[in-house]
């Protein structure tokens, strides 16, 4: 792992667990073993930049993620049940995750700095795209696609927080539940 992408690393774990406001840069650069030279060399903007970058290299990050395994699934809702079983064991072990993160962020986000809001508009319809494909490539008309990525996403990053607040996955499980009726096969 290269220097800027420790940074990145790092500072992902760090904003998942303090937030943006919680993250001081002195203790990024001594987790990371760099001077605050380094860090402007790599983000010469600063914080602002850090942050937008690291929501972004989280994104693809859990991007990738999906594509390692979505082609193993048979159906749209064996793969978001699969989503919602991962999630629900990242709840359980208390496990920082990047989707959560994301969440957290693009909610500070609306209060924090307009660029920040601009990244974090621009990964959520990434987002909420990256699903309506997904749904596509098993089966689901273009239209009908954009309808139900958009109820997927809400259901289950909306449970995720749920589940995060309460330190409970249930509400995960729930979602889960739901999921698997809402994207049933039709008769």
Partial sequence: ???RELILSEAEKLFAEKGYYGLGLSELLKRCGIPKGSF???FPEGKIQLIQEVLEYSYRRMCTWIDSWKG???TAAEAFAYM???LSN???EKRRLGTLM???IAIESVYLDEQVNCTCKRIYSSWQAYYARWLEDYGYDPQQSL???QAVFALIHG???SSWIKQDPRDLQLAKEALSMMLAPRE
């Fill in 1 to 3: 792992m290269d220097k």
């Fill in 90 to 92: 990242g709840i359980r």
């Fill in 72 to 74: 193993e699934k048979a």
């Fill in 159 to 161: 449970s995720l927080i």
């Fill in 102 to 104: 994301l969440s957290m």
């Fill in 147 to 149: 309808c139900l990525a």
């Fill in 84 to 86: 919602a079983d991962h």
């Fill in 40 to 42: 402007y060399y790599y």
